[in-house]
């Protein structure tokens, strides 16, 4: 009998141990020292007043959520609310300084790639074998030939798209339909894309008729009649 | 195996070469607004104007090592103003 009850005292020191351990546990697994949810927002505000990239923002919006979870954890979830009503704010603000930050450096990208396609065109041009001046204009006229049917594809396909998206409307938007539309997009987008490389071989081939040999090359009336006149 | 080794030896020295040109430009902390306005016309200027396919391939080069000088050395607004120049200067 005593035998026993010392054996259930054991079991619930040990429980009881487990359970303080446990505890212990989550709060030590817990990186974040909590203060005050005021003095834990400021801290976050300033640390979002040093944010000058992507990388930056993400780490005060992953510290923001631990403190969070913190405070829910240690304390309760009215706290958290509270303290998460405190940094929305902040985090929205340095949502906008990222966009601002995405924006320049979108900017930037596009300026560098301008640079290098321009040079990219430049070195094509020079490069380029140019044979006699009707030549190059039978060159250029061709590619025209071939432009014009294609935009007659295009604005084909695009009439196709119109019409079948009211189709789709009718029949009450069916997955297999709405697939068939993606399609159509993806084939008016790739027409398009062929049409501007088409002109951009164009723009090449006067380029290189100016730069190589300071000669324009200049279609008049279109496809038929075809005047050259070398501008030397 | 000797071949292999000239051709290696070659190759690092190409690297080295088309690097160095980049490494070799210092631009003026101090002054590096100016120098991208000023830079960026003059180089770009030279692209643009060149006669021949050598003296592009010169001005080209130049113009690249100037930018990736830019880039690595002083990055920021006068990177983006150095690009901005030339884009309008070889696109005008």
């Known amino acids: ?232 | 195996m000797m071949k292999k080794y000239i051709i290696l030896a070659s190759c690092l020295a190409f690297m080295a070469c088309g690097n160095g040109d980049a490494q070799a430009i210092k631009i003026d902390e101090q002054n590096h607004l100016n120098e991208a306005y000023n830079l960026s016309y003059e180089l770009a200027t030279a692209v643009k104007e060149a006669t021949t396919y050598e003296e592009f391939q010169e001005a080209s080069l130049n113009l690249k090592s100037y930018e990736e000088a830019f880039r690595t050395q002083i990055g920021g607004e006068s990177y983006l103003i150095f690009l901005e120049e030339c884009n309008a200067i070889l696109n005008e």
């Open chain 1, 1 to 232: 009998m005593k035998k026993n009850r010392k054996q259930k005292a054991i079991l619930a020191t040990i429980y009881t141990l487990f359970v303080v351990l446990l505890l212990l546990g989550t709060r030590c697994e817990s990186r974040i020292h909590l203060t005050t949810p005021e003095k834990d927002a400021q801290h976050l505000a300033e640390l979002a007043e040093t944010i000058h990239s992507e990388a930056d923002l993400r780490k005060v919006e992953r510290l923001a959520s631990e403190y969070e979870i913190a405070y829910r954890k240690s304390y309760n979830g009215a706290k958290a609310l509270y303290f998460k009503s405190l940094y929305e704010p902040i985090l929205d603000e340095a949502g906008e300084r990222r966009a601002a930050i995405r924006a320049e450096e979108d900017y930037l990208a596009m300026q560098q790639t301008t640079l290098h396609n321009t040079i990219g065109d430049l070195e094509s041009a020079w490069v380029m074998p140019l044979g006699s001046y009707e030549e190059e204009l039978q060159r250029l006229i061709a590619n025209n030939t071939i432009i014009e049917a294609m935009q007659g594809e295009l604005e084909a396909l695009i009439a196709q798209k119109e019409v079948y998206a009211y189709e789709i409307i009718d029949a009450g938007y069916p997955q297999d339909m709405l697939q068939k539309l993606g399609q159509m997009e993806a084939d008016i987008e790739a027409k398009g894309n062929e049409i501007k490389e088409i002109e951009h071989r164009n723009a090449i081939i006067k380029l290189a008729n100016k730069l190589q040999l300071e000669r324009e090359l200049v279609i008049e009336n279109n496809c038929e009649e075809t005047t050259a006149e070398a501008t030397m």
